[in-house]
């Protein structure tokens, strides 16, 4: 995909001096974008911003509406406050759950996790994937707004994968979304959908373990 694009063709870069370079290949960066939560300060540079968003702003969103708005936070007071809101958020959301697993994937999800939370001021970008608080609606059930949100924050992950740069969709700061919508001055009429920090990651990309797809799919008939 081209880091820029030009209004009159979007497929050509406005600088790139080889419009036709491919950055990764599409399959490669999906299958080893995964959640990234330990991140390096150095900055990201905003032209990469730009890329992940444009990426974002070509997902499909149901009737072509194109609900997502981006808040993209870079100030590190806003973060320092964010970070706050978020880690009590993630410290209420462990509060909540019985966990008694000791599985070890789990285990390594669980203090990658308690990392972000510990550490999301740290993380040079916070972009928030806002949608609009009030659905309209349907006379036909066309499914739940966040439809139209999650394939645009996948988009950002995505492109952001073949930049080299890290992500992960988080949602649990929507514990306190009322106090952070207000500390970034959004209007009321939006509420947050996703939060998804960006940075270059302090270890390597890989292939993330899954259940086998065969295993969980059905062709034709269910049994
Ligand atoms: C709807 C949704 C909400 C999520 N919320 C959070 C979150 O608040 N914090 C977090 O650290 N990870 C969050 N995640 C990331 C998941 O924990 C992660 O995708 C999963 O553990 C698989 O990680 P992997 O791709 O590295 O294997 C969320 C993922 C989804 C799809």
Request: with cysteine; glycine share 6%; net charge neutral.
């Amino acid at each position: 995909m081209p880091r820029s694009g030009s209004a009159s063709d979007p497929t050509r870069p406005d600088s790139d001096p080889d419009p036709g370079k491919v950055l990764m290949d599409a399959l490669d960066a999906i299958m080893t974008t995964r959640a990234i939560r330990r991140f390096t300060t150095v900055p990201v540079s905003d032209e990469d911003i730009w890329t992940c968003l444009r990426a974002a702003q070509q997902a499909p969103s149901g009737g072509n509406r194109q609900v997502t708005r981006y808040l993209v936070v870079t100030d590190p007071d806003l973060r320092r406050e964010i970070g706050e809101y978020y880690r009590k958020s993630y410290d209420t959301y462990t509060g909540s759950r019985v966990d008694t697993s000791t599985d070890a994937t789990w285990t390594r999800i669980k203090a990658s996790a308690r990392h972000l939370a510990d550490h999301l001021a740290d993380v040079p970008v916070l972009v928030f994937f806002l949608m609009p608080a009030d659905r309209p609606g349907n006379a036909v059930d066309i499914g739940p707004l966040t439809a139209s949100v999650y394939p645009a924050v996948q988009n950002f992950c995505l492109a952001a994968r073949t930049l080299g740069l890290g992500t992960t969709l988080t949602t649990v700061i929507r514990a306190h979304h009322a106090e952070v919508l207000e500390l970034l001055g959004v209007p009321d009429g939006y509420e947050v959908a996703a939060m998804v920090p960006l940075g270059h990651p302090t270890g390597s990309f890989g292939v993330a373990k899954r259940r086998d797809v065969a295993d969980v799919t059905r062709w034709n008939q269910w049994s």
